[in-house]
């Protein structure tokens, strides 16, 4: 156990030296799992996942529908507002901008922001730069298999942060919903579940922007 924490905290060392390490966050080897409520239930003939709001005309995918959608391969480093980190995490799934590019959604100029809605009552927003990001995905796999059920299966909006990377605000991973079924674009930035019950509205994880001032 002692050589355990002892390499961790090495790792950890090793992380925080090479700028990987948000201020206030320990290096973590586990995966927990955190979330308000119950594990939905899928049922994949009742399944869509709709976009709406600032587009062209909604979209209404079935899940065999989204599953055939191209997807893409990338690796994140997770930061939970409980402070923990976990590092060069795999994960598959579709782009944002894969759904503009094939042509299955057009924004309209005034779409800014965009608010995830979860399965149940969860939904979390985020600027819609940020969602056409590297930095988000609709994650559909985790280490090559298809998400489990405590994961948010079959769907989850996943924002991780891409080390070296300056362009992009990198948010804590409240900021991505399990359970995903719906993106609602926005002209005006609406609060999700958490922004509305005191977290911070932005969440850069190297401001440490937990709580809303
Ligand atoms: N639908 C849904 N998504 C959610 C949550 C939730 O309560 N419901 N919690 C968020 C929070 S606070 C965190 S830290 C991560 C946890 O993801 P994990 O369980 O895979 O670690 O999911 C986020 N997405
Ligand atoms: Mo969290």
């Known amino acids: 156990m002692q050589t355990n924490f002892q390499e961790r905290k090495k790792r950890e060392t090793a992380m925080r030296k090479a700028g990987r390490l948000p201020p206030g966050q320990v290096l973590t080897e586990k995966f ?3 979330h308000y409520g119950a594990i939905p239930q899928f049922d994949k003939s009742k399944w869509n996942f709709r976009v709406w709001g600032e587009v062209e005309g909604p979209l209404n995918l079935s899940w065999e529908s989204f ?16 402070r923990w980190s976990k590092f060069d995490t795999c994960w598959e799934g579709v782009r944002f901008n ?3 590019e094939m042509g299955l959604i057009a924004l309209k100029p ?10 149940n009552i969860y939904s979390s927003n985020l600027p819609i730069e940020l969602v056409r990001s590297d930095t988000f995905l609709l994650a559909t796999h985790y ?5 489990t059920p405590e994961r948010g299966f ?3 909006g996943l924002v991780g942060a891409i080390p070296g990377n300056k362009e992009f605000k990198d948010v804590y991973l409240w900021k991505g919903a399990k359970w995903l079924n719906g ?8 609060k999700g579940f958490w922004e509305q019950s005191g977290y911070h509205n ?12």
Do not use: M, Y
């Open 32 to 34: 927990p799992v955190l």
């Open 67 to 82: 599953s055939k959608l191209p997807r893409e391969k990338v690796v994140f480093d997770l930061h939970c507002v409980t």
């Open 98 to 100: 894969t759904l503009i």
């Open 110 to 119: 005034d779409a800014k922001f965009i608010l995830q809605h979860a399965e």
């Open 143 to 147: 280490n090559g298999h298809p998400l």
């Open 154 to 156: 079959p769907l989850r």
């Open 183 to 190: 993106l609602e674009i926005l002209s005006v930035d609406q």
């Open 202 to 213: 932005r969440g850069d994880i190297w401001k440490e922007e937990r709580l809303a001032e």
